[in-house]
C-alpha cells in the first residue's frame, strides 16, 4: 500500500521532541505552522553550490513545465542545480531539509547517480542506482566501536541490540539520518520505518567527521554499488525512539524486526583510513 502522508494540521507538534530530529536546526522551522515556501528555502540555501559539479544550487516548482523538459531529476541537479521540489508535500519538504543540512551527501550521491547514467545510457535502473536511491530515500550511516554489536546486528538479534538503555547500541553506536522517506514516516507514530545503512567503524562520539568520508567513498564508487550491501535497521528498536522498545516482546511482535533471511549476509563496515 502506498504510504500517505498525513496533512499538516494532524501532526503533532510533538514531533519536534522526537530523538530523530535532534540532529537538524531547521527541524522546528519546517514542522510549525505554516509551510516554507519556495522563497524561503531558497533563502535558507542562499548561494550554495554543487559541491561537484559546482552549479548553482536553487529549489524549483515541480510543475507540467518542468516535467515537459523531458530531464531526469538528478541530471538537472547535477548539470544546472535545479532541484524540483513540491510545495506543500512532505515527502519534498524534508528532501529539502536534507539538501540543507546533508548538503555534502546529497551532492556526492546526486552526481554519483548522474555519471551512472551518463555511463550506462540506458533505461533500466542499474544496481548501482537502486542502492543510490534507497540510500538517498531510507538511509543511514551508523558509526559503531563495538565487534559484538555488529555481530547481533548480523543475525538480526535485534534484543541483543536494543532492548534497555543499558544495552550495546547506547553505548557503542552513534546515527546520522539521512533518507528523507524516513522523516516523513515518522509523521505517523504506528509506522515503523527501518532505514537502510552504511555502517562505519569508528567513534561514535564523532560523528561530525564521519560524512565528509562516507561522501568521499560513495563518489570513489567504493560503496552503495548494490542495495543488498546496504544493513537494514528498524529504527523503533533504538532506545528512546519508541514507546514499547523496552518490551522484550515488541522485538518478537512488531513486524519491522525481521529474522534474518536464510543465505542473507552483509559486507563488512567501512573503516576510516588515517
Not at 13 to 26: K, N, S, V, W, Y
Not at 85 to 112: G, I, P, Q, Y
Not at 140 to 169: G, N, Q, T, Y
Request: overall charge negative; aromatic content about 8%; glycine content about 6%.
Amino acid at each position: 500500500m502506498r504510504f500517505v502522508a498525513p496533512p499538516r494540521e494532524a501532526v503533532p507538534l510533538t514531533l519536534i521532541d522526537h530523538p530523530a530530529l535532534e540532529g537538524f536546526a531547521l527541524a522546528r522551522q519546517f514542522l510549525g505552522a505554516d509551510w516554507p515556501s519556495l522563497t524561503c528555502l531558497n533563502a535558507l540555501l542562499g548561494v550554495a553550490r554543487h559541491a561537484v559539479s559546482g552549479a548553482r544550487l536553487s529549489f524549483v516548482a515541480q510543475d507540467a513545465a518542468l516535467d515537459a523538459e523531458g530531464l531526469h531529476y538528478e541530471s538537472r541537479i547535477f548539470d544546472e542545480g535545479r532541484i524540483a521540489t513540491r510545495e506543500r508535500n512532505w515527502h519534498d519538504l524534508f528532501n529539502a531539509l536534507m539538501w540543507l543540512e546533508r548538503r555534502s551527501l546529497k551532492c556526492t550521491v546526486n552526481a554519483a547517480y548522474a555519471r551512472d547514467l551518463e555511463a550506462t545510457a540506458c533505461r533500466a535502473r542499474t544496481r548501482r542506482q537502486a542502492a543510490l536511491t534507497h540510500f538517498d530515500e531510507a538511509g543511514a550511516i551508523v558509526v559503531l566501536d563495538e565487534p559484538c554489536l555488529l555481530a547481533a546486528w548480523d543475525r538480526h538479534d535485534w534484543s541483543a541490540m536494543f532492548k534497555d538503555p543499558a544495552s550495546l547500541w547506547a553505548r557503542h553506536a552513534g546515527i546520522i539520518l539521512f533518507g528523507h522517506a524516513l522523516l516523513e514516516h515518522l509523521l505517523v507514530p504506528t509506522l515503523l520505518p527501518v532505514a537502510k545503512c552504511l555502517v562505519i567503524l569508528g567513534d561514535p562520539r564523532s560523528l561530525g567527521a564521519v560524512s565528509g568520508y562516507v561522501a568521499h567513498e560513495i563518489l570513489n564508487g567504493d560503496c552503495l554499488d548494490d542495495p543488498q550491501r546496504l544493513r537494514p535497521l528498524p529504527l523503533a528498536g533504538i532506545p528512546g525512539w519508541h514507546a514499547d522498545n523496552g518490551d522484550p516482546a515488541f522485538y518478537e511482535t512488531a513486524p519491522c524486526f525481521r529474522p534474518l533471511r536464510p543465505g542473507r549476509t552483509y559486507p563488512s563496515p567501512l573503516e576510516i583510513r588515517r
